[in-house]
């Protein structure tokens, strides 16, 4: 377990399951000096079809467990959380419980980026059922650009080809096509798709080839029309905690900053090492722990 210490302490990043790697990945990339712990609730992934009050009680679980590992600050690294649970954890257990400490999602940040690529403010969210459902990203993108038009389409099917490994295989193929066209059908116009699931990175070549190719046949660039852009958040992410860190130097301050990261999840660590390969550059070493 981290070695406590109540005035300095790492990073914390948290995900139901192993695509906030590909978050905590972008920022280790962008700010490596700090020390990190990540969290995967990998026992009771995934977190997109559950209720909005069982995502709650899950994520303030982990949040209380990297609070006590001694994380000043928290990235929720799961769009599932930070679309069910971050506002209520920001609003009425920070403020009570833990009022020097710092919860922040992934949603907002990666709707900032859209006023720097997107033309035509016509944007389509591929994500979980539980996000799309939230309509969080909806919802934040018209605060920010209220003369967007924003169409969701859910993608049962991702994280699950993502997590079995079959994300660069040909059977890959039919589901990422058939998502783009259920999408792509709601909005022609689309300029900019943001991928609001932290597993979707991986299949981003996959998602490039079929856009080309769905693009091509609606005659799109035809037209004059730019390709279609993709949102992945991990750069995105990164980019966002260190803008913060500079603005919030009370909390700078409290990080460590020894280059250092630790894994911990609710599953077996061993099968925690083995997954997180999919995500991660390196070879690493896995923690048990409880959350429940």
């Known amino acids: 377990m981290p070695i406590i210490n109540s005035e300095m302490g790492p990073i914390g990043v948290f995900d139901s399951g192993y695509g906030?790697?590909?978050?905590?990945?972008?920022?280790?990339?962008?700010?490596?000096?700090?020390?990190y712990i990540y969290l995967g609730d990998n026992a009771r992934a995934p977190y997109?079809?559950?209720?909005?009050?069982?995502?709650?009680?899950?994520?303030?679980?982990?949040?209380?467990?990297?609070?006590?590992?001694?994380?000043?600050?928290?990235?929720?690294?799961?769009?599932?959380?930070?679309?069910?649970?971050?506002?209520?954890?920001?609003?009425?257990?920070?403020?009570?419980?833990?009022?020097?400490?710092?919860v922040l999602g992934v949603i907002r940040p990666t709707v900032e980026a859209i006023g720097s690529i997107s033309s035509t403010r016509?944007?389509?969210?591929?994500?979980?059922?539980?996000?799309?459902?939230?309509?969080?990203y909806k919802l934040e993108i018209e605060k920010l650009y209220p003369d967007s038009t924003i169409v969701g389409q859910a993608c049962p099917m991702w994280v699950s080809l993502v997590e079995n490994s079959e994300f660069n295989r040909p059977g890959a193929d039919y589901f990422v096509k058939d998502s783009?066209?259920?999408?792509?059908?709601?909005?022609?116009?689309?300029?900019?798709?943001?991928?609001?699931?932290t597993h979707f990175p991986l299949l981003?070549?996959?998602?490039?080839?079929?856009?080309?190719?769905?693009?091509?046949?609606l005659n799109r660039e035809a037209g004059g029309r730019a390709p279609i852009q993709v949102i992945s958040q991990g750069e995105y992410i990164a980019?966002?905690?260190?803008?913060?860190?500079?603005?919030?130097?009370?909390?700078?301050?409290?990080?460590?900053?020894?280059?250092?990261?630790?894994?911990?999840?609710?599953?077996?660590?061993?099968?925690?090492?083995?997954?997180?390969?999919l995500f991660l550059n390196e070879d690493i070493t896995a923690q048990h722990v409880a959350l429940a």
């Open 48 to 102: 997109g079809t559950r209720s909005f009050d069982v995502v709650y009680e899950f994520t303030l679980q982990a949040v209380k467990k990297l609070f006590s590992f001694g994380c000043p600050l928290i990235i929720l690294g799961c769009n599932t959380a930070s679309a069910k649970a971050l506002r209520t954890i920001q609003q009425q257990y920070l403020p009570l419980h833990a009022p020097d400490r710092r």
């Open 239 to 277: 980019t966002s905690l260190e803008d913060y860190l500079k603005r919030h130097p009370e909390i700078n301050q409290r990080l460590i900053q020894d280059g250092t990261c630790q894994y911990f999840t609710s599953e077996s660590p061993t099968k925690f090492r083995e997954c997180a390969s």
């Open 20 to 35: 906030g790697l590909t978050i905590l990945e972008g920022i280790r990339k962008r700010l490596p000096q700090y020390s």
């Open 122 to 136: 016509h944007i389509g969210v591929l994500a979980t059922e539980g996000t799309i459902k939230s309509e969080s």
């Open 204 to 217: 981003l070549d996959k998602i490039n080839q079929q856009l080309n190719n769905l693009t091509t046949s």
């Open 180 to 197: 783009l066209e259920k999408l792509l059908s709601q909005d022609p116009l689309i300029d900019t798709i943001i991928l609001g699931c």
